[in-house]
């Protein structure tokens, strides 16, 4: 089994900067891509952000220039440096990742249990 654990989120005020951090843990033979998903009241679950185990990353457009993903592979985590923040940003926050299991082979793709990001004055 593998956990992915977040922290890092609160409140914060327009403008303001906050960073994410999920680590991995528990059979984990190597993590594929790893990502930040997030979903506000009423909305679907949408991408923010990933990033391949190479460093290869996406961003959704209504994050460009102000997120950065990054990915530390010997530690199993993934950090979101969310910087210019806007009331819309506010959601709950997912960390993901395809995680190939050091048991079986196989690649499984694992949610962590989210962290409130609210943007308010």
């Known amino acids: 089994q593998v956990q992915l654990v977040e922290s890092g989120g609160g409140l914060v005020q327009p403008g303001g900067s906050l960073r994410l951090s999920c680590a991995a843990s528990?059979?984990?033979?190597?993590?594929?891509?790893m990502g930040w998903y997030r979903q506000a009241p009423g909305k679907q679950r949408e991408l923010v952000a990933d990033i391949t185990r190479g460093g290869t990353t996406n961003y959704a457009d209504s994050v460009k220039g102000r997120f950065t993903i990054s990915r530390d592979n010997a530690k199993n985590t993934v950090t979101l440096q969310m910087n210019s923040l806007k009331p819309d940003d506010t959601a709950v926050y997912y960390c993901?990742?395809?995680?190939?299991?050091?048991?079986?082979?196989?690649?499984?793709?694992?949610w962590g249990q989210g962290t409130q990001v609210t943007v308010s004055s």
């Open positions: 993901n990742a395809w995680v190939q299991s050091v048991v079986t082979g196989r690649r499984y793709n694992y």
């Open positions: 528990g059979s984990i033979f190597s993590i594929n891509a």
